[in-house]
Structures are given as structure tokens and as C-alpha cells.
């Protein structure tokens, strides 16, 4: 993990009466997965639409392989908590949705979804609709959805906040079986500092708002990972650095 894919130099972002993001700078090289943490409010959506494009920052850049993409979008995928499927076009349409806007062919394009539908554990389901799929069934279509629109790097905003607790681990259990057979580099928010540690190859923690990073933190654990590590002394001692440093924000 060497070579760095994106790069986020020295944002700032102020609206009217609301200092948002201070100063904040980070890295998220190939094939790593990064998780963001903070306390809410403190700007974290903020960052990531200045990540991907959509809001123009007051000072900083953001670099994708070296080259400066500031408030240019349609250059990495963007995740929200909550799945977006379009309620009329089925799972395979939905998840196709991306290469269908890029120009490919409709024939084409379900076959380059279609394709992934095993990775994703979508096998059987591609004419249901979302309102037949669970919570976390749609959560596997709306990440597909998110990989096929560029491949390289996806931001993720709290893919699984909105899932019960035992879908929630299911879903991190499985996140991490996909991604080592993904070419993906991954940028997380969430309030779960388990969660953050068990996907993350490093971790970055905001203070309040405006938000300044307050600290960087490699997960010292190999992979692949399984949820029993919540007893593991290296887990132990990583999330105790990490709360330290969450109270003093």
C-alpha cells in the first residue's frame, strides 16, 4: 500500500455563520481502507462532499493519483447511510445504473453488474425491487451500485448506521470478505470506533467543529480479521489510544 491514491491538503470550508472544516489533510493510499471518525456534527459529510466534488472548499485540494481534482465530481464514488435504490427498476437495473449514465449499452451494461452479483451475495435476486430485499440486501446493492461507478476509490457515509446490531456485524463480517477480492481504496464515516478498527487499515479522528485532525492511528491487526478480536491486547490497546483522543476533541 504504497503508492498513494487520493490526497486531501490543508480544507477549509466556512458557511455563514458556521466554521466547519478547519484545517484538515490526510491520505488514503492504493488498496487501504480509512476509516474517519469525530464527534457529530463536527464536519465529517462536509469533507467528503469536498472529496467528491460537490462542494467548492475555501482553501486546500484534494489530489487523486497526483492530479488535482478540486470540486471536479464523477471521479470517485459516494455512499450514503441511506441506500437510494430507485423503487421502480429492479436490483440488477439499480446496481447498473452507473454504466447506464456513463453511455453503456443496457445489454452491456447488466452484464457488467450481473457479473458481480456473486461477489456481492445479490446471486437469485436481480428482478426483485427494494421493497423486497432486507436492510442489509439493499446495503449490498447500494455498495455494488457505488463500486461500479468508479471502481477505485469509494467513500463510504455510514453504509450500515441505519441497520440493527446483528445485521450491522453480518454486514462488517461479510465488508471484509469482499474487500480482499476488491482493487478498491476505501474512505469510511462512522460513530463506531469497533467498527472503525476492525475494517480500517488506519484511522483518522476530527476534533468538534471546525474540524481539525486530532490524531492518525494504524491498526496494528492482521488480516484477514474476525469480530472475536474485540479481546485482542492489540485491539484493545489501539481503541483505548483512540477514545483518548475522542474525549479531548
Not at 455512499?79 to 421502480?88: G, V
Not at 461477489?119 to 421493497?131: A, R
Not at 453480518?170 to 476488491?182: D, H, I, S, Y
Request: charged share 25%.
Amino acid at each position: 500500500m504504497g503508492e498513494v491514491k487520493l490526497e486531501v491538503q490543508q480544507l477549509k470550508k466556512n458557511y455563514p455563520n458556521l466554521p466547519t472544516v478547519k484545517d484538515i489533510s490526510l491520505v488514503l493510499k492504493k488498496n487501504q481502507f480509512v476509516s474517519v471518525l469525530g464527534p457529530s456534527g463536527c464536519g465529517k459529510s462536509t469533507l467528503f462532499s469536498i472529496i467528491a466534488g460537490l462542494i467548492k472548499p475555501d482553501q486546500g485540494r484534494v489530489l487523486i493519483d497526483g492530479i488535482d481534482h478540486t470540486h471536479q465530481t464523477g471521479r470517485v464514488s459516494f455512499m450514503h447511510q441511506k441506500d437510494l435504490l430507485l423503487p421502480w427498476k429492479s436490483i440488477l437495473d439499480n446496481t447498473a445504473m452507473p454504466l447506464f449514465l456513463k453511455g453503456v449499452i443496457a445489454k452491456e451494461a447488466r452484464e457488467q453488474a450481473q457479473g458481480y452479483f456473486h461477489l456481492f451475495g445479490l446471486d437469485g435476486f436481480e428482478h426483485y425491487y427494494p421493497d423486497q430485499l432486507s436492510g442489509g440486501m439493499r446495503q449490498r446493492a447500494a455498495l455494488l451500485r457505488t463500486f461500479l461507478f468508479s471502481r477505485d476509490i469509494l467513500l463510504l457515509d455510514e453504509p450500515f448506521g441505519g441497520l440493527d446490531a446483528m445485521t450491522r456485524q453480518a454486514m462488517q463480517t461479510w465488508l471484509m470478505e469482499v474487500l480482499n477480492k476488491l482493487d478498491a481504496s476505501i474512505l469510511l464515516i462512522t460513530h463506531d470506533v469497533d467498527e472503525a478498527i476492525i475494517l480500517s487499515d488506519s484511522i483518522c479522528v476530527l476534533s468538534q467543529r471546525p474540524a481539525v485532525v486530532k490524531g492518525v492511528f494504524d491498526v496494528p491487526l492482521k488480516r484477514p480479521r474476525h469480530l472475536n478480536l474485540f479481546t485482542d491486547a492489540a485491539y484493545i490497546s489501539v481503541k483505548e489510544e483512540i477514545l483518548d483522543c475522542l474525549r479531548e476533541s
